[in-house]
């Protein structure tokens, strides 16, 4: 870098009158300057203000401005500092494209007075681009016959970059057939020539792949590279080979014409038309033989144009040349041998000398069953012959004598699983190919009662509803038996059975033919509820047999039963009629209503509602226990008799029922006057104008009243108090009962008992009211203790024990 500036003599004459000169010479001066491309933009080059002489502080005031001459405006002065700095990335390949230097010329212009400075910007290159060549690929063709050391031009390199940077020498990639040489051109580019080392042979190699590398003289290098792919062209330097000198080959007399004898194949090594070959007979094949065979000349086949015939002529011997297609024709031959071979051209025959059908299926093992000849009229092995049968039957061949054999029985045989077989004896020789011939007899079994019947099922459930019609259909129970004709006609019969003295005939028959079994009268499930017996199927066989199966009938319950009302007990068709105190609490038993169904369980669970009530508001019904309790206290406005229609309903379908009537009356009581005292103020009176000594006296009264009615009632339970309580029993039946209630529920043992006698607790004593087997023992509970007991049906024998 360097500048030239102007200084003012000291002597000032001398000034004066160069002053002009100098002037001119100072706007005529060129700053030069010289940077790298490439800069980073805002890069400073220089501080051009100091160099060029310049007041940095004027440089604003004198409106500094730097213009480029036909350039773009790569660079710009700072006018603050006075640097002249980098406003664009300059690529000098672009800007110089081929030039080996490379100048920006610029205008430095400043005002008041007005000066130009012009400055001289040199772009120096750097190593920024790789060399590349032109064509990435190269393809050349050489002939095989190219002589070693002949050369061949390839594609150059090119570098943009200049001096240093571009391309410096090349690299090939190795090779045992080629090499470069180096050149250098007139304006110092350097290009390189491919040189064939060794002579090439198609036939080893057809092609060879180079990689050519250039790289330039920059730090650091950079490279591109070229691929040369090098094609051999082929010449005619290979004769057709065979496989084989010579070949032998056989074939069958009277193969038909036109059969493939042997196919020849002589290959080229060559390509083109020069790997393409012509096969002929040469001189040396007699015209005998190419008068049985005809040669292809393009493919090589031999076929057969003759019939051949193992007596007149058994060997054919030929010579043959293969010829290839180029302009100096190269041949290779090979000799083939034919052998014609005798043919087995007549079939084995057999013969079925006797045969035994039909035959019992539990026939002997080891019987014959049949005798069989074979013979062939050829000779050697075409005239040896075998003798098969199918694997999968159970008989086999024994060989009897030289020709014969005799068919047996080697397995037992089952007329169940085959009730016939198709016996195919097939005769084959030892001939290649081999020649057969076969015969199919059919052998028939006869059969054996061996089978017994058999019944789909070991064991068969059937439901049966009760109240069936006599004479009903309940199941099919066939049998099945495999055998055949009278060994499979069977029998039903029912094997008799008693069950409560009653035969098993009697209620049941089945269908001797059909195994039909119909019920022979109406059951009734609360009577009989199952029957197991068993039913035998028998054939007719000599001698019979049999098996049986297990029949299970189970009666199926109907809703046929309507609820019996057992209490409280009444006359049939007659009103109960209950007393009770008017001055019963709420919530206390009144009576309970219980009803008996016959029915299966699911049909004889009842349920109890009202079908008539007096006063609806006045008592409850439980659906379920029966038990009919109050829902509040009488009033002296409720009637004195109150009429309950309950009606028990089971659960079948359609649904069953009964009803009852009670007719239940009121009494009154001891304390009847008093219970109105305390009632009818609380209920009914109103409190208003009355005096407040005649309420505190009247309470007074009730107060009095209240505790002498505690004081009795307590003296009263303690005369009633129980004494030590007795075992229990598994059987008991709880009944409840009110302690202030007179009559009380049904109490019994369990629910069988209910239909044969009743059982109540009236005023203190137990009544029975009809006859209760003798000596029988009931565990009754929730009866007060001390309860006499009331044998209103001459039960003297029988005994009432309280639970412990």
Not at 92 to 98: D, H
Not at 210 to 231: C, E, Q
Not at 380 to 394: F, Q, T
Not at 458 to 467: A, D, G, L, P, Q
């Amino acid at each position: 870098m360097g500048g030239l500036f102007c200084r003012e003599p000291w002597d000032r004459y001398v000034w004066i009158s160069l002053l002009f000169v100098v002037v001119l010479k100072c706007a005529t001066a060129v700053t030069h300057y010289s940077i790298p491309e490439e800069m980073e933009e805002g890069s400073a080059v220089a501080n051009l203000a100091a160099d060029l002489g310049l007041d940095v502080k004027t440089l604003v005031e004198r409106r500094m401005r730097l213009e480029l001459i036909a350039n773009r405006k790569y660079l710009d002065v700072n006018r603050e500092t006075g640097e002249l700095y980098v406003v664009e990335r300059i690529d000098r390949e672009s800007l110089c494209p081929a030039k080996t230097s490379c100048f920006l010329k610029m205008e430095a212009i400043i005002e008041n007075p007005k000066r130009i400075f012009y400055i001289e910007l040199e772009i120096t290159d750097i190593n920024d681009n790789a060399p590349h060549f032109r064509r990435d690929t190269v393809d050349l063709d050489i002939s095989e016959a190219t002589q070693p050391g002949e050369r061949f031009s390839v594609s150059n390199a090119v570098d943009p970059d200049v001096g240093s940077n571009s391309v410096k020498t090349y690299h090939l990639s190795e090779s045992d057939y080629f090499t470069i040489e180096i050149q250098t051109g007139r304006d110092g580019s350097k290009f390189a020539d491919l040189i064939l080392k060794k002579g090439l042979n198609r036939e080893e190699q057809a092609s060879h792949h180079l990689i050519l590398t250039a790289t330039d003289g920059g730090m650091p290098s950079r490279s591109g590279t070229a691929s040369i792919i090098v094609h051999v062209l082929d010449t005619n330097d290979n004769a057709p080979t065979f496989e084989r000198e010579s070949y032998q080959v056989s074939i069958l007399e009277n193969s038909p014409i036109g059969s493939l004898v042997f196919q020849l194949n002589a290959t080229d090594l060559d390509e083109g038309s020069n790997s393409e070959v012509i096969y002929s007979f040469s001189l040396y094949t007699s015209e005998k033989t190419q008068e049985t065979f005809h040669l292809n000349p393009v493919t090589g086949e031999i076929t057969v144009k003759e019939v051949l015939n193992y007596e007149h002529f058994r060997v054919y011997d030929m010579e043959v040349i293969a010829t290839d297609k180029g302009t100096k024709s190269l041949s290779g031959q090979c000799k083939l041998k034919i052998l014609v071979e005798d043919m087995n051209d007549n079939h084995p025959e057999l013969s079925i000398k006797s045969f035994q059908s039909p035959v019992s299926e539990d026939i002997k093992l080891d019987t014959v069953i049949a005798v069989v000849s074979v013979s062939d009229k050829d000779s050697g092995e075409n005239g040896i012959v075998d003798l098969h049968i199918p694997d999968d039957m159970p008989f086999k061949l024994r060989k009897s004598s030289d020709n014969y054999y005799e068919l047996v029985v080697s397995e037992a045989l089952d007329r169940e699983k085959v009730p016939e077989y198709d016996i195919t004896f097939t005769v084959t020789d030892r001939g290649s190919p081999p020649l057969s011939d076969n015969e199919t007899m059919t052998l028939e079994l006869l059969d054996v009662n061996d089978n017994v019947p058999q019944f789909p099922k070991s064991f068969y459930t059937i439901r049966v509803m009760e109240n069936n019609a006599p004479g009903a259909l309940l199941e099919s129970l066939s049998a099945f038996d495999p055998d055949l004709h009278e060994n499979q006609y069977l029998v039903y019969v029912i094997i008799e059975k008693e069950i409560a003295n009653t035969s098993m005939s009697m209620l049941f028959s089945i269908n001797p033919e059909d195994g039909k079994l119909h019920a022979l009268k109406t059951f009734d499930y609360e009577i009989e509820k199952e029957f197991l017996f068993h039913i035998e199927a028998r054939d007719s066989g000599s001698p019979p047999l049999s098996s049986n199966v297990s029949v299970h009938i189970i009666i199926v319950d109907q809703n046929d039963n309507a609820p019996v009302i057992v209490s409280p007990w009444r006359a049939h068709g007659s009103v109960v009629e209950e007393k009770i105190p008017r001055s019963t609490d709420k919530g206390s038993l009144v009576a309970k209503v219980i009803a008996l169904d016959t029915d299966s369980v699911h049909n004889s669970r009842i349920t109890y509602q009202f079908l008539q009530v007096t006063d609806a508001t006045l008592f409850s019904l439980d659906q379920y226990n029966g038990e009919i309790r109050t829902m509040r206290m009488f009033s002296y406005r409720d009637p004195r008799h109150q009429r309950l229609v309950i009606v028990a309903k089971d659960n079948g379908e359609p649904a069953l029922s009964a009803t009852v009537t009670i007719k239940l009356s009121t009494e009154e009581t001891a304390v009847k006057a008093y219970s109105d005292m305390t009632e009818v103020p609380l209920e009914y009176d109103i409190f208003s104008d009355l005096n407040l000594y005649l309420v505190i006296g009247l309470a007074s009264v009730s107060f009095l009243l209240l505790i002498t009615i505690l004081v009795t009632i307590v003296l009263k339970c303690q005369k009633a108090k129980p004494s030590k309580a007795a075992p229990p029993s598994r059987n008991s039946v709880i009944s409840e009962r009110n302690s202030t209630i007179a009559d009380s529920t049904l109490v019994s043992n369990d629910a069988y008992w209910y239909s044969l006698f009743l059982a109540e607790t009236r005023k203190g004593k137990l009544v029975v009211r009809q006859p209760v087997p003798k000596g029988s023992r009931y565990i009754v509970s929730s009866i007060p203790r001390g309860t006499g007991l009331t044998d209103t049906s001459d039960s003297a024998a029988s005994t009432l024990q309280y639970p412990k």
